[in-house]
C-alpha cells in the first residue's frame, strides 16, 4: 500500500493548510476534467452527428440501410439514399482484407515469439513499425498507380481459370480497370496487419514458459507445442485482435476511396468496382447540400456505431483473455 | 539442431531415442510445413513494405528538389511543376497545433488515470473508452469537427483540421502516457511523500520527469501517426493553393489531402506531384517515428 492511505493524523504538525491543500484539490479535478474529455467526445460525436444526420433518416427511414440504390440527384422524383451497396463494400473488402492478413500476422506473431533467431527478431519488429508508420494514403496512392493496374494479368487469369466453374465462379466474374473489392481488400490487409500482429504477438508473449516446455518434454515437435500449447491458451486474445483488425479495416477511408473503384454496386464478383461507406464519404462530402449531406452524416453515423460496437466487443475480450492468462501465471 | 530439442540443460537421452530421427514421417513433415509457412508470412509482410519503399523513392525522387518544397500548387491538375510548399506548411502547423493540444491534455489524462482512478470503476470506464477512441475511423473524427466547428465558425480552417488530429491524438497519447507513468518505481512517490510534498506537486516534480523520455516518445509516436492523417483534413480544412500561415482564418491544406486529390487524376504532371508529396510526407513521418525511437531507447526506465 503507498502511503497517502495512510494520512499522518496522529502528527498535526507533518500536515499543510491553506493553499496547498487547495492545490491538491484543484489538480485532481483538473485531471479528472481531462480524463473525462474522452468520454465527453464520443458523447458529443454521438449526439451531434445523430441530429446533423436526422433529416436523411427522417426521410428514409429503415430503408437507409436496407435500400440499395444511393441517388442524390434523381432526374425526377425525391433523391434516394439507401447504404446498402456501400455497407456491402465494407463488409466484403474488410473480409479479404481479414481473410489475408490473419494467417499473415499470426505467422508473424508467431515467428517473433517461437522461431525468429535473437539477431532477426529486431529488424522483424522493425518491419512491422515501419509498416505502421507508412500513411494510409501511401499505400492508397501505390495501389491506384502501381497494384491496380499490375494486377489486372493475376485477375484476367483467375477469371479465366476460375470463372467457369458454378457457383465459385461467379466470385471471379469478369476484370474492369483493377480498382474493385479485391484490390481494396489486398491493401486493406497490409494496412491491418500491424496491429492484428502486435496485439496476437502480445498475447502469445503471455503463454506459460512451462506450458510450452511440458509439450516439448512430452516429444512434441515445434509446430505441435505451438498447436497443442499456444494457441488453446491464446484463443481469446487471437479474437480480440481479429475484430480490432476488422474495426480498423471497416473505418478505413482513403485508401479504399482510391482502390475500391468508385461504384454503387452489389455483386459475387470480387473483380467488379464498388464502394465503402467511409469512402463514400470523403468522395462525395465536398459537393453535396442539405439532406445529401445528411445522408452522408448518416453513413458515418452508422460506421461510428459499428466501429464502436466491435471495438468494445473486442477490448472486452482481450482484457478478459489476459486476465484470465495473468492468474494462470500466478 | 534436432527441432524437437528444448533449450539447452537437457539430460541426454539413455535408453529410447529421442532424436528426431524417431519422429513418423508425417509428423516431421508436418512440422516442417509449419516452419515455411511462418516464415513465409513473414517474408509477405516484408514484400509490400519493400516495393512502397521503393515506388516512393524511385518516383518521387525524380520531382524532389528545393522549388519542389517551395513553390505553390498548381490551381490546374494538368499544369507541370509547381510544388508542394502549401501543403508542407499546413501539415507542420496543422499537425504541430493538434499536438499543442493534444499531448498536454493526454499527459493528465494520463495522471489521472495512473495516480488518482487507478483501478476504479470510472478510471477503467476512461481506459475503456480510449481505448474504443483509437478505434473511431478518423472520417467519422472530420464529420464530427465538421458539424461541430465548421458550421459553428462558418467556414473551413487548419485550426479545425489540428482539432480533428487532436480528437484523433488524444486517445493515443493517453494511453501510452500512462504505461509510461505505471513503470515509475513507487519508491520515488513514497520518498517524495516522506519529504512532505503534497500529491500534486510529486507527481509533477517527481513522476512526470521520471517518466518524460517515454511520454515523448509515445507522443511524437501520436504525432507521426496524425501527419498521415487524410480524411478529416478533406473535409474540414478545404483546399489552397498558396500557403497560408493562419490556422485561425482561411482554408488551409495538407500533405496527405494532396497526394489524394492528386493521386486520382489521370494526368500524369499531378500524379508526378503526388508520388513527390509522397516522398515528403513519408521522410516527415519517419523522422517522428524515429526521432521517437531513438528517445524512447536511449532514455527508457528500464522495466523492472
Known amino acids: 500500500m503507498t502511503l497517502t492511505n495512510n494520512p499522518p493524523a496522529a502528527k498535526p504538525t507533518l500536515t499543510q493548510r491553506g493553499s496547498s491543500a487547495l492545490g491538491d484539490r484543484v489538480f485532481s479535478w483538473w485531471t479528472l476534467g481531462t480524463g473525462l474529455l474522452v468520454l465527453a467526445i464520443l458523447g458529443l460525436i454521438l449526439i451531434t452527428t445523430v441530429r446533423e444526420a436526422w433529416p436523411a433518416f427522417d426521410a428514409m427511414g429503415l430503408r437507409f440501410i436496407t435500400e440499395r440504390v444511393w441517388d442524390p440527384n434523381p432526374a425526377t422524383g425525391d433523391a434516394i439514399f439507401g447504404a446498402l451497396s456501400f455497407a456491402y463494400g465494407t463488409a466484403v473488402s474488410s473480409l479479404i482484407a481479414l481473410l489475408f492478413a490473419v494467417p499473415v500476422s499470426v505467422g508473424i506473431a508467431l515467428f517473433l515469439t517461437e522461431l525468429a533467431p535473437r539477431r532477426l527478431r529486431g529488424p522483424a519488429v522493425t518491419v512491422i513499425d515501419l509498416l505502421a508508420a507508412v500513411p494510409s494514403v501511401v499505400f492508397g496512392l501505390w495501389g491506384i498507380l502501381v497494384v491496380a493496374p499490375a494486377l489486372v494479368p493475376i485477375y484476367q487469369w483467375m477469371h479465366d481459370v476460375f470463372g467457369g466453374i458454378p457457383l465459385l465462379g461467379r466470385l471471379f466474374g469478369p476484370v474492369g480497370s483493377g480498382r474493385n473489392f479485391m484490390t481494396a481488400g489486398l491493401i486493406l490487409a497490409i494496412m491491418v496487419t500491424p496491429i492484428i500482429t502486435s496485439i496476437t504477438r502480445e498475447v502469445f508473449s503471455t503463454v506459460p514458459r512451462a506450458d510450452k516446455d511440458a509439450a516439448l518434454a512430452l516429444g512434441a515437435t515445434r509446430w505441435e507445442m505451438i498447436r497443442g500449447a499456444v494457441f488453446p491458451h491464446s484463443f481469446g486474445g487471437v479474437v480480440g485482435a481479429v475484430m480490432l483488425g476488422l474495426g480498423r479495416a471497416m473505418g478505413e477511408t482513403i485508401a479504399v476511396a482510391l482502390v475500391i473503384g468508385g461504384a454503387t454496386n452489389i455483386t459475387a464478383n470480387l473483380f467488379a468496382p464498388g464502394n465503402s461507406m467511409a469512402a463514400v464519404i470523403v468522395q462525395q462530402f465536398g459537393e453535396s447540400t442539405g439532406t445529401f449531406t445528411a445522408a452522408l452524416i448518416g453513413l458515418g453515423v452508422v460506421l461510428f456505431a459499428m466501429t464502436v460496437l466491435i471495438n468494445v466487443l473486442a477490448q472486452v475480450v482481450v482484457r478478459r483473455a489476459e486476465a484470465r492468462m495473468k492468474g494462470s501465471l500466478a | ?304
Open chain 2, 1 to 304: 539442431m534436432t527441432l524437437t530439442a528444448p533449450p539447452a540443460a537437457r539430460p541426454a537421452a539413455g535408453g529410447p531415442d529421442l532424436t528426431r530421427a524417431a519422429l513418423s514421417g508425417r509428423r516431421r513433415f508436418t512440422n516442417h510445413l509449419a516452419t515455411s509457412a511462418i516464415w513465409f508470412a513473414v517474408l509477405l509482410a516484408v514484400i509490400p513494405l519493400a516495393l512502397v519503399t521503393y515506388t516512393v523513392i524511385a518516383k518521387g525522387g525524380g520531382v524532389m528538389s528545393l522549388s519542389f518544397l517551395n513553390e505553390d500548387i498548381p490551381n490546374s491538375y494538368r499544369r507541370e511543376g509547381g510544388g508542394m510548399g502549401p501543403a508542407i506548411v499546413g501539415t507542420l502547423l496543422i499537425t504541430g497545433m493538434a499536438a499543442l493540444m493534444a499531448i498536454p491534455l493526454g499527459v493528465f489524462g494520463a495522471i489521472y488515470l495512473n495516480e488518482y482512478g487507478k483501478q476504479r470503476p470510472l478510471a477503467r470506464v476512461i481506459r475503456l473508452m480510449s481505448d474504443v477512441m483509437t478505434g473511431v475511423p478518423s472520417i467519422v473524427m472530420g464529420l464530427f469537427i465538421y458539424i461541430s466547428w465548421v458550421l459553428l465558425v462558418g467556414e473551413q480552417t487548419g485550426f479545425a483540421g489540428a482539432l480533428a488530429l487532436a480528437c484523433l491524438m488524444l486517445p493515443v497519447v493517453i494511453r501510452s502516457s500512462e504505461e509510461m507513468l505505471r513503470l515509475v518505481p513507487d519508491e520515488l512517490r513514497q520518498a517524495s511523500m516522506a519529504l512532505g510534498a503534497r500529491k500534486w506537486k510529486t507527481t509533477l516534480t517527481v513522476v512526470l520527469p521520471a517518466a518524460i523520455s517515454g511520454i515523448t516518445s509515445g507522443s511524437l509516436l501520436a504525432v507521426a501517426r496524425a501527419a498521415g492523417e487524410t480524411a478529416p483534413i478533406i473535409i474540414v480544412t478545404g483546399i489552397v493553393f498558396s500557403p497560408n500561415w493562419n490556422l485561425f482564418d482561411g482554408s488551409n491544406t495538407a500533405l496527405p489531402a494532396q497526394i489524394f486529390r492528386n493521386a486520382s487524376q489521370p494526368f500524369e504532371a499531378a500524379q508526378d506531384r503526388a508520388w513527390g508529396a509522397a516522398l515528403t510526407l513519408i521522410v516527415i513521418v519517419l523522422g517522428f517515428t524515429i526521432i521517437a525511437r531513438f528517445i524512447s531507447s536511449r532514455f527508457a526506465i528500464k522495466e523492472r
